[in-house]
Each structure stands twice: as C-alpha cells, then as structure tokens.
C-alpha cells in the first residue's frame, strides 16, 4: 500500500480530470452517405440513367452536412471555459 493520502494522488491535474467529449450527433453519419450517395452516381449503369442528379443530390447534402458540422463544432468551441480553449 501506498503512504500517500488517497486524495493527493493526482491533485495538481484536478483541471484535466475529466476530458472534453463533444456531444452525440448524426452529423458524421450524414456525412457518410452523403458520400456514399455522390460515388455511387458515378456507378457505370446508374450513371446512364440517373447518375447526374444521384452525385449532385449527394454533393449538395455533402455541402449542408459539412457547414452544419462546422457550424455544430464553432458553437461547441465558442462554449468552451477560457482556459480549455486555449489548449
């Protein structure tokens, strides 16, 4: 067993005893088959049919995901205490 008090053990990193976490979203998901929306109109057979219209649905939901993303993660950063965003 140790001879130090059980609370001293780590106290000079109080600040860092639990890590930020951003919060639970689909935004990465709709990321994902954004993606996968905007390859697959470049398929050979959907290409001839509806190809065009599939990669540039999937290229505008790409664009809307990832602005939302952005805005979600300036929002989160912008909440942070001062001293966590400096890190």
Known sequence: MSDEPAGE????????????LPPPSLIPINVAFS????????LGDIRNVVGPAM??????WLVISLLAWLRAARTEYLE?????ATH
Do not use: Q, Y
């Open 9 to 20: 053990h780590g106290a000079g990193h109080g600040e860092h005893e639990h890590p930020h």
């Open 35 to 42: 993606l996968a929306v905007t390859f697959v109109g470049f």
């Open 55 to 60: 990669w540039l649905v999937g290229l505008l």
């Open 80 to 84: 942070l205490p001062e001293e966590e």
